[in-house]
Structures are given as C-alpha cells and as structure tokens.
C-alpha cells in the first residue's frame, strides 16, 4: 500500500494563503480520484475537495469554493490544495486521500490517507 506525506501547513492570518501538497510514493498516484479532508479536535473528518485522476474534474465543499483550488501534478505523484483568504474556521487539521475508480465526499470510502498537516488561523 502506497504512502502519502503531506507538508505546507502552519499558522497564517486572516486573509492569508497557504498551499498543501502531498507526496505520494506509488508511482500508480495517476490511477487514484484524490481528495483533501480536514478535522478539528471532537468533530468527524470533512470532506473539502476531491479531483479525479486526470486532474480535469473536481469537487468542492461550499464553504471553500472560489478560495480552494485542488490540483494534481501526476508527473511529480504530488496533489495541491491552494488556500485563499482563509477564514479562522479553516483552522484542523489537513489529510489528504486516496481511493480507487471515483471521487467522492466520503472518507470511510477512502482507502490511503497522510498522516495530516495542521493549519492554523488567527483572526
């Protein structure tokens, strides 16, 4: 089973942007729909967005579209989540996963996932 690392998280401030990647080790990342989730301390995980293999299609929670943009580099086995004027509620904790066929908003259908990387925002 393939792993994935994520990196690019850390504390930012309203308004501000950061970028999420995460790393995959398989060289078969082409063949997997990704998605990007995150989870707060006593919360269930949240779907965020999600992309489908060729990069061409994706899937937004509402709350993110138009500040979230996820893309993937297959070349690279790299997955990106670009975060504009964030919010102080997009402070959790980031996974990204992976799952085979289809996208997809559910994480129990996800079947590799990072071990996450925190994002911090202050008001």
């Known amino acids: 089973q393939g792993q994935l690392v994520e990196s690019g998280g850390g504390l930012a401030h309203f308004g501000d942007s950061l970028r999420l990647s995460c790393k995959a080790s398989?060289?078969?990342?082409?063949?997997?729909?990704m998605a990007w989730f995150r989870q707060v301390p006593g919360k269930e995980r949240e779907f965020v967005a999600t992309i489908t293999q060729s990069g061409i299609t994706a899937y937004y929670l509402n709350s993110v579209k138009g500040r979230f943009t996820i893309s993937r580099d297959n070349t690279k086995n790299t997955l990106y989540l670009q975060m504009n004027s964030l919010l102080p509620d997009d402070t959790a904790v980031y996974y990204c996963?992976?799952?085979?066929?289809?996208?997809?908003?559910?994480?129990?259908?996800?079947?590799?996932w990072g071990q996450g990387t925190q994002v911090t925002v202050s008001a």
């Open positions: 996963a992976a799952r085979a066929y289809y996208t997809g908003r559910i994480a129990d259908d996800y079947r590799i």
């Open positions: 398989e060289n078969t990342f082409s063949t997997y729909a």
